[in-house]
């Protein structure tokens, strides 16, 4: 196999490692396992799937689907759409999953293209054609954390809110309306479908796990599950919610701290996975002689291709020891 590293190799190697850094290090360092969120995800099916009542999620999808023309409605009905639609609307945009799919797919053959004219090097068009058919699902994915993210910060202010309103005599339904009418998209939005999933005849347990199903999250699982327990079991929701609105804060506070302590490993991998394209680059102006044995001989190319690989490995096994799960 003879590769030949030109600059526009080079340069493309350049941009899968800081695309790899982007992605694979500047992430959030304390999260939620996935075994969880499975779980969580799993169980909500369950309790779906035993009731005789549509959820309001399904209902507003349909209602969707008959605002598309005839061919629109039979793409976003092909298997795997719906949950793409649902990836998508948590990230908060309005895009149809099939044009994802498609500027996914464009992206895909545009990159590979590109990379072969320029290059003749089949295994990178191949890696530029996989990062390009990626990217805009990862690019939904990090808006949809941000989003996520944003919910969580949002959601003690929102526990303040409805605290205060059961203490005013308001009904619990009418405080989510509170925090609706009150505080800015996502929570705002989400307690909005909330509440009028609640005057849709749901009652306040299927509502509740409704939410938890647009966005799932530990942190939301525990509101929730205050007020449920609270339903069955009876006590005051008022100063139970006061509790687990200083729990929250507690996670954050908790969360900033674990942020600045893992600052040092990911301005690590930064360094480790950039310093060897400046070598190349400081010998490049230095001393040219020394490519030449690199870049022209099999032997040196192997080394270069194993690297590269090493390097992306590296990324995400520093991105594994970084993220710490709960």
């Known amino acids: 196999m003879d590769i030949q590293l030109g600059p526009v190799t080079f340069f493309l190697m350049v941009g899968i ?44 999808r349909e209602k969707y689907l008959k605002r598309l023309g005839r061919f629109e409605r039979a793409l976003e009905q092909l298997p795997g759409m719906e949950r793409i639609a649902r990836f998508i609307e948590q990230a908060g945009h309005t895009i149809l999953a099939y044009k994802l799919v498609l500027i996914a797919l464009l992206l895909c053959i545009a990159a590979a ?21 990626a990217l805009p699902f990862l690019r939904v994915n990090r808006d949809r954390q941000k989003r996520m993210d944003r919910f969580d910060e949002q959601l003690p202010e929102a526990i303040d809110i409805i605290k205060r309103a059961l203490q005013a005599g308001h009904p619990f339904s009418e405080s989510l309306h509170i925090v609706a009418d009150g505080l800015e998209a996502p929570i705002g939005k989400e307690f909005g479908i909330t509440f009028a999933d609640l005057n849709y005849g749901n009652d306040l347990r299927r509502a509740m796990l409704g939410l938890l199903e647009r966005v799932p999250s530990i942190t ?20 139970i919610l006061d509790k687990i609105s200083k729990v929250i804060r507690g996670r954050f506070r908790f969360q900033r701290k674990i942020k600045t302590l893992s600052a040092e490993g990911r301005l690590s991998a930064w360094i480790l996975t950039l310093v060897p394209f400046g070598l190349f680059v400081l010998i490049y102006f230095t001393t ?26 590296g990324i995400f096994w520093i991105r594994r020891i970084l993220k710490i799960e709960v």
């Open 288 to 313: 040219p002689g020394y490519l030449p044995i690199l870049v022209e001989s099999p032997e040196g190319r192997q080394l270069v291709i194993a690297a590269c690989v090493a390097m992306t490995l």
């Open 220 to 239: 939301l699982m525990a509101f929730v599950t205050s007020v449920l327990v609270q339903k069955e079991t009876g006590g005051n929701l008022a100063e």
């Open 113 to 133: 293209i590109a990379v072969w004219v320029f290059s003749k090097t089949w295994p990178l068009a191949l890696v530029a054609g996989l990062l390009g058919l």
């Open 17 to 60: 490692a800081v695309f790899l850094l982007s992605f694979g290090i500047t992430v959030p360092v304390f999260g939620e396992s996935r075994s969880t969120r499975k779980r969580l995800q799993k169980r909500l099916q369950e309790i779906q799937q035993s009731s005789d009542r549509p959820p309001i999620s399904n209902l507003l």
